[in-house]
């Protein structure tokens, strides 16, 4: 688990440098500025959970089964809150209604939030 959270670390924060500049280069031209923001607000928090996955790869042991879920839901809250972002901001421009996603974005945050709250309650068990 270990080495798969420190790999999911080191692809979404390659994948938020990319689609960063991607945004600020091809996507300021062709969405809104709304829509901008909110493609540029998916960017963020992926690179805020790219750093969280690393840092919980290198220091946590992964020996419990509450520290693999610390990192099993960073990873899919952030996938399930990023992608779904990108989709609902390209959706004017791809042409399509992809509004069932909207419900996605909500669900992906919380699975984040409950990956913090058991990192604290992991440092709040923890001497360190």
Known sequence: MKTI?????????MLSVILGAFGAHA???ILSVERLESFE?????????AFF????????KFDTTSEKWTS???I???????????????QDY???NLKFLGPITPLGGLF???SWLMLIVYFGKTKL
């Open 112 to 114: 984040m939030i409950l």
């Open 76 to 90: 899919t809250g952030t996938f399930m809150f990023s992608v779904s972002i990108y989709f609902l901001s390209l």
């Open 27 to 29: 996507l300021k031209k």
């Open 41 to 49: 607000t998916g960017v963020r928090y992926q690179m805020y959970a």
């Open 94 to 96: 791809l042409g399509v």
């Open 72 to 74: 099993i839901l960073m």
């Open 5 to 13: 959270t420190l790999v999911f670390g080191a692809i979404y924060g």
């Open 53 to 60: 996955l690393l840092i919980i790869g290198y220091i946590l």
